[in-house]
């Protein structure tokens, strides 16, 4: 059960290149979400997606976009990185009904230079 | 807007000493309350939750009750392992249960032999 796949697993960026996280889950869930993990700020929501075809801003939406490319995948992408985007990012899933498990990745190690 | 807070970390205790770390959320309506875990190097792993007033979680030896009245969630274990080493963020599931959680800072936990 590989459950949510995220890659790469460590990136080092220069400043004003790009780059996607690419996000999949296998668990057939409905809607899924990008998460940010900086020190002493536990997770904050970048994006969500409730179902194919929707996406719409978390918290910290500035500087990102996303596809939710089918059921399945969600890719994040950052067109021109900035050192404030350096943190791990996490990818997550979970079906719809109020109080449903949010099933996260393993993590992205983003570092910008 | 809704909100988490957690007890400052780290928190350091002996092997087999009992654990309380303190949750606190402030939302409208009512909210599904969570608390996960994150071990070194790894994602968010599900520890317990609870969808209403009153509803205790509990797993692997760790529980917490629902506190409408007190607006808590305070995650609780009688007797802790070196194992047990890890950050342990509280959140909640906001108001419209959309299952984009609002997380606490994460209070980190060390077991010392």
């Known amino acids: 059960n590989a459950g949510v796949t995220q890659t790469p697993k460590f990136q080092v960026l220069k400043t004003g290149q790009s780059m996607t996280l690419q996000c999949a889950q296998d668990?057939?869930?409905?809607?899924m979400y990008w998460y940010r993990q900086d020190p002493g700020m536990g997770l904050r929501l970048i994006y969500y997606?409730?179902?194919?075809?929707?996406?719409d801003k978390g918290e910290v939406p500035n500087g990102y976009n996303v596809s939710r490319l089918n059921k399945r995948e969600f890719s994040l992408r950052l067109e021109s990185a900035a050192p404030s985007q350096t943190s791990v990012y996490f990818c997550?899933?979970?079906?719809?009904?109020?109080?449903?498990?949010?099933?996260f990745g393993e993590g992205s190690w983003l570092t910008v230079v | 807007g809704d909100s988490v807070t957690q007890m400052e970390g780290p928190v350091t205790l002996s092997e087999e000493a009992f654990l309380t770390i303190n949750c606190t959320y402030t939302a409208t309506g009512y909210p599904s309350l969570f608390w996960y875990v994150q071990y070194p190097g790894e994602g968010l792993q599900l520890l317990l939750k609870?969808?209403?007033?009153?509803d205790k979680g509990s797993n692997k030896g760790f529980e917490a009750t629902y506190r409408k009245e007190t607006t808590s969630f305070h995650l609780e274990k009688g007797s802790v392992q070196v194992s047990d080493s890890a950050v342990y963020f509280c959140?909640?599931?906001?108001?419209?249960?959309?299952?984009?959680?609002?997380f606490g800072q994460g209070t980190t936990l060390q077991v010392k032999p």
């Open positions: 997550a899933s979970s079906g719809q009904a109020p109080g449903n498990t949010i099933y």
């Open positions: 668990m057939n869930h409905n809607s």
């Open positions: 959140a909640l599931d906001g108001s419209s249960n959309t299952g984009k959680l609002i």
């Open positions: 997606s409730a179902s194919e075809g929707t996406t």
């Open positions: 609870a969808t209403k007033a009153d």
